[in-house]
C-alpha cells in the first residue's frame, strides 16, 4: 500500500523559512506528480504547489508562486517544499498527495495523511 508521510512543519516568525518533506512509501501507478495541498482553519483545502515526476516542470498557486520552491530528490522518494517570506496567511496544516491530473488544477490521488503543521506568528 502507498503512503505519505509529511514533516518538517513548525512554529516561524513572519518573514522566516520552513522546508517541509513527503516521503513516499511506494508509488500509484497512476500518479503523474505529486502535490502539495495546505487546510487553513474554518477554510476547504487548496492547491499549493505541484512537481512532475521527473522533477522538470512546476506548478505553484499564484498565493505562492516567487516564495514556495518544490523539487524532488533523485530517488523520486521524496517531495520538498521550500518556503521562504512566509506570511501570516501561509498558517495550515499542509498536506502531499499523488497527482491524477498534472497541472492547475492538480487533482490528487488517493487518501489524506495527518499533514504537518506550519504555523506563522506576526
Known amino acids: 500500500q502507498v503512503q505519505l508521510v509529511e514533516s518538517g512543519g513548525g512554529l516561524v516568525q513572519a518573514g522566516g523559512s520552513l522546508r517541509l518533506s513527503c516521503a513516499a512509501s511506494?508509488?500509484?501507478?497512476?500518479?503523474?506528480?505529486t502535490g502539495w495541498f495546505r487546510q487553513a482553519p474554518g477554510k476547504e483545502r487548496e492547491f499549493v504547489a505541484a512537481i512532475s515526476w521527473s522533477g522538470s516542470s512546476t506548478v505553484y498557486a499564484n498565493s505562492v508562486k516567487g516564495r514556495f520552491t518544490i523539487s524532488r530528490d533523485n530517488a523520486g522518494n521524496t517531495v520538498y517544499l521550500q518556503m521562504n517570506s512566509l506570511k501570516p496567511e501561509d498558517a495550515a496544516v499542509y498536506f502531499c498527495?499523488?497527482?491524477?491530473?498534472?497541472?492547475?488544477?492538480?487533482?490528487?490521488?488517493?487518501?489524506w495523511g495527518q499533514g504537518t503543521q506550519v504555523t506563522v506568528s506576526s
Open positions: 511506494g508509488r500509484a501507478s497512476s500518479s503523474r506528480g
Open positions: 498527495n499523488f497527482l491524477l491530473a498534472y497541472g492547475n488544477p492538480s487533482i490528487p490521488l488517493g487518501s
